[in-house]
């Protein structure tokens, strides 16, 4: 049963923050698809504060250095929206497969981000995009990269006294970028993802120009294999090339998280996967 | 004419509009609410139960014990061997413990954590072979539960006659019904003192008997009613929260409500028993099954429930629908300190029909035959014997739901780079195994001038009432609009037996047949077929003291041999082809199941769209069963990590009737609600071989499994 608490409902982003500074023991509700279900096995605040009405922490806008999203985007929204299909595909493509139609429609980008599941779907699509995100509080706000932002299994570094508010990509459109998105599930909807790639890869005269991937749900939290996209830089599209860096992809995994019973699986699918993946 | 219509469900409109309480919803004026406490520990004596800070709680009412029992603490649907509370000692964890009554949902789940239970831990048993090997006891009598053989012809002669020997081992596992309404219902003391229980039940009256027998009172005094109930599939067949609304009733004289989180419902309901199947196929060059051994291992938990009857149902069914001369079947259930394994959709056959469909396309593989063709050629047939040589004599259409799929076989065509096709057969006795399973109704008038239907058949979302009521507009020749149905209230109607084994509209649907016959002769002395209206008729029938019209049936079975299981356990069997295609995606191990071409022997199909209806499910489940579904005890805590199907699983299906009539069944009509599961599995797993030359011998074949497979196949390339 869910404990008992009081909700608050916040108009604007300041009355937000008021509240969060404000009022002892509180946690801050950006669609409850995660926090209720917590709550309802025993988490317990004294205080939850709804930002899910603040109409600037919602939607989509572009800026001088590429575009941001609001925080409290559902991923219904961000699955659909036709600005991001163009520009984040595979942003696009992750929302349109977290969960359910229900948990699509009230789960938002920013709570998937505070939440920080290693098997987050929203992540390695920001990862690939270089995401920064947006914290503000009373006094002040401060800018920070995703890569940085979650710094354990769902754990951020973001203070208590803080609310995500934007998520910015910097640059619009990767243009000539082959971007992708792919996840392995136990079954065909409604379920948490077992490993996720985010690519997106440029090409030019049979070289690969720029690499870039994410991998979910391997490692304790999403990651970039960045010595292997370095390595690819300027290499050549062909099989060995294609083989030896997935070879160190997945050495560097188990450099990270050491050997777990689940790799008895994982190693080889993400093996496939990103061969699959480079090629092309 | 209503028989082969496709008319409405009869509760269809109530149920979009939301109108019908499902037992989970109801509420009374002044209700407790009552939990169960249950064990933490596998296996263990109680050595003190302190119930003294639960009780101290502002709200709590009452904490039941065992001692606090009037009657017997015993209840089981085969056996009386399960303990309504336990006393001294536990076997499974979730084993009940005590009631706690309190004013609020609330404030009973809040004390369920100030109850203290000091245990003394036994060595606990996993699984049945250690079971078998321990000189631990779970019960007095022994680990074995029940052993059952099947022996027909001489299995040794029959190898040495056969060309060729397929022999593998195939494993199941523990599935949970994963109904949509987890248990639940109310009790309350109507104004005659009588204790009223409204549950989600697949039995009323089984319940009645046991509630009589737990508090010591004459079944009159008891009245058991099923509410609109949300799924069963088996799992509702047990006492779930019956006993312990009516002795919470009895003892506090309040109402009483109990509601299972699916939390609780996953950790106290029966599962699906995991058998280990060792199976070993003997063939001639022509493709002729000449011999069938079978060694079957079972897992029933700390309690029979069904155990003892999954183990005869499944030795019966081993060789599949196949006529084979030689036959050795052992079967065995164990007890283990596991969850109990009782009823679910299919009764051990889902299971046993995996392993006998693996091991006919192993043949067909070996002997360069087609797999449809083997089944052709082995196929029971009117004048079959059975493996417990039973003539077939009547209702036996396996080969035509065989021919129907045929032309879809020969077409079939590989789309993708890794799509495979499968079959999978089936057949399946209706009703329970050898032994008297009657179903009784009546009939009779109302005051308004209608007929009275009063039948003790749990509609449990199958259709049962639908059917029924079909089959009684038929043979009275009456309309909808003349007959009331009053049904699963003990106080209102005749033991029909359980929604199970498929039986309902075979066993019941012939009762009510039986019923309506009687009937339609008063109908017609009083001139209804003439010129009299059913209103005058009533008001004549009301002057002569409203005369009741009895139905009966009871399938005409034998008890079986107890060394060989030879005999005739069920009066007639259903049959059915599934061909399944899939795609597998070979870098995730990911199956899809894109389409399924059913082909069932229904021996009448009264209503077509609910036939339909029942298909699709059964498929549904069969995917899970075959890609999904695995409880892992003291793992599996909710849906969460417990997968079933969602409509994007969900194939195309195609369904093919076989109407191969039945003479002892109510318009030649034949059972189907497991039937339409028990194929599908199978279809799959045959299907995934088809598409990437691999063989799963266990399931559920999840993405993980059937990786390693792939894994492994590539591996043996290397070599």
């Known amino acids: ?280 | 004419m209503f028989i082969g219509r496709d008319i409405d469900r009869i509760d269809v409109l109530d149920k979009v509009l939301g109108k019908p309480i499902f037992a989970y919803d109801l509420k009374v004026e002044g209700m407790l609410f009552g939990c169960i406490y249950r064990s933490k520990r596998p296996h263990a004596l109680i050595k003190k139960i302190d119930i003294q800070d639960a009780l101290s709680l502002n709200g709590i009412v009452k904490v039941i014990t065992h001692a606090d029992i009037p009657g017997e603490n015993a209840f089981g649907a085969i056996k009386k061997d399960q303990f309504y509370l336990a006393g001294d000692k536990v076997r499974y964890i979730g084993e009940p413990i005590l009631i706690i009554l309190g004013e609020s949902e609330k404030i009973v789940r809040k004390a369920l954590n100030s109850i203290k239970v000091e245990y003394e831990d036994i060595e606990a048993i996993y699984d049945p072979f250690s079971s078998r090997d321990s000189t631990t006891l779970i019960h007095d009598t022994g680990n074995l539960l029940s052993y059952r053989t099947v022996i027909k012809g001489d299995f040794e002669q029959g190898f040495n006659e056969s060309d060729v020997v397929v022999e593998h081992t195939y494993k199941t596992t523990w599935l949970d019904h994963a109904f949509m309404e987890t248990e639940s219902g109310i009790g309350y003391m109507d104004e005659t003192g009588k204790i009223v229980i409204c549950s989600s039940t697949q039995n009323v009256h089984y319940k009645r008997k046991e509630i009589s027998k737990l508090l010591a009172l004459p079944e009159d005094r008891i009245r058991v009613i099923q509410a609109t109930t949300g799924g069963g599939f088996g799992g509702k067949l047990d006492m779930t929260v019956e006993g312990y609304i009516a002795l919470s009733v009895y003892l506090t004289k309040r109402p009483v409500v109990m509601r299972f989180t699916r939390e609780e419902s996953f950790l106290s309901n029966t599962k699906r028993h995991p058998l280990y199947i060792e199976y070993k196929t003997g063939a001639k060059k022509d493709g002729s099954i000449n011999a069938v051994k079978v060694n079957i291992i079972g897992d029933t938990g700390a309690y029979i429930s069904y155990g003892e009857t999954v183990c005869l149902r499944a030795a019966i069914h081993a060789t599949g629908p196949y006529e084979v001369p030689h036959v050795f079947v052992e079967s065995r259930m164990f007890y283990t300190n596991n969850h109990i394994s009782g009823a679910m959709r299919g009764f051990g056959i889902p299971q046993v029909a995996f392993a006998h469909e693996s091991q006919i396309d192993e043949v067909a593989l070996l002997l360069n035959m087609d797999p449809l063709e083997v089944r052709m050629k082995n196929g029971l047939r009117r004048g079959s014997l059975t493996a417990t040589s039973q003539l077939l004599t009547n209702s036996a259409g396996f080969l035509e739901t065989l021919k129907k799929i045929e032309p879809f076989w020969k077409a079939r065509k590989k789309q993708g780079l890794h799509t495979g096709f499968g079959l999978g057969c089936m057949y399946y006795g209706i009703g329970n195994t050898g032994v008297s399973n009657p179903s009784s109704c009546y009939l009779t008038f109302t005051d308004e001038g209608k007929i009275a239907f009063h039948s003790g058949v749990c509609e449990i979302g199958q259709g049962s009432d639908t059917a029924l009521l079909q089959i009684l507009l038929e043979t009275l020749n009456v309309e909808e609009r003349d007959v009331v149905l009053l049904r699963g209230d003990t106080d209102t109607s005749n033991d029909a037996g359980s929604s199970s084994a498929s039986r309902q509209t075979y066993v019941s649907g012939r009762a009510v047949y039986d019923a309506a016959l009687k009937m339609r002769k008063y109908l017609k002395s009083k001139g209804y077929y003439d010129c009299e209206t059913l209103r005058g008729v009533c008001l004549l029938a009301k002057e002569e003291g409203l005369p009741v019209f009895e139905g009966f049936f009871d399938p005409p079975t034998s008890p079986v041999d107890s060394k060989t299981s030879q005999g005739i356990p069920y009066a007639t069997y259903a049959f059915a082809t599934h061909m399944t295609e899939i795609d597998v995606d070979k870098a995730t191990g990911f199956c899809k199941v894109k389409k399924v071409h059913a082909s069932h022997d229904v021996g009448k199909a009264i209503n077509l769209k609910n036939v339909k209806g029942q298909i699709y499910g059964g498929i549904a489940m069969g995917v899970g069963l075959a890609l999904m579904e695995e409880f892992v005890p003291s793992k599996t805590e909710s849906f969460d990590s417990y997968y079933i199907p969602t409509s994007m699983d969900m194939p195309d299906v195609e369904i093919f009737i076989v109407e191969d009539e039945e003479p002892t069944g109510p318009f030649g009509a034949k059972g189907l609600g497991e039937p339409a599961l028990i194929p599908q599995a199978a279809s799959i797993v045959n299907a995934i071989k088809d598409a990437v030359g691999v063989r799963a011998f266990e399931l559920p074949c999840h993405i993980e499994r059937l990786k390693a497979l792939i894994e492994s196949e590539k591996d043996k390339w290397v070599e």
């Open chain 1, 1 to 280: 049963m869910l404990p008992e608490f009081l909700s608050r409902t916040a108009k604007t982003k300041e009355e937000a923050l008021s509240y969060i500074t404000g009022l002892e023991d509180v946690k801050v509700l950006a669609g409850g698809t995660d926090l209720i279900v917590r709550m309802r096995k025993g988490e317990a605040y004294k205080h939850l504060v709804d930002v899910m009405e603040v109409p600037e922490m919602k939607g989509i806008s572009c800026d001088e250095e590429g575009f941001k999203i609001g925080a409290t985007t559902t991923h219904n929204r961000l699955s659909n929206s036709q600005f991001i299909k163009m520009n984040a595909r595979s942003l696009s493509l992750a929302c349109g497969l977290i969960g359910s139609p229900q948990i699509r429609n009230m789960g938002t980008i920013g709570g998937n981000l505070i939440n920080a599941s290693p098997a987050a779907d929203t992540i390695p699509p920001l990862l690939v995009h270089d995401a920064v995100l947006t914290l503000e509080s009373k006094g002040g706000e401060r800018k920070e990269e995703l890569e940085d932002f979650i710094i354990a299994p769902y754990k951020t570094s973001m203070k208590s006294d803080e609310l995500l508010t934007f998520i910015h990509i910097k640059r619009k459109r990767f243009k000539d970028y082959r971007e992708g998105y792919k996840r392995v599930t136990k079954r065909a909807a409604l379920a948490i993802s077992r490993l996720s790639v985010a690519w997106a890869i440029h090409e030019y005269e049979g070289l690969f120009h720029d690499v870039r991937l994410a991998i979910g749900s391997c490692t304790p939290m999403p990651f970039r294999p960045r010595i292997v996209e370095e390595f690819l830089k300027g290499n050549k599209k062909e099989e060995q090339i294609i083989i030896e860096s997935v070879k160190m992809i997945l050495e560097e995994i188990k450099r990270i998280t050491g050997d777990r019973p689940s790799f008895i699986y994982k190693i080889p699918v993400l093996k496939d996967l990103l061969e699959n993946i480079l090629r092309g």
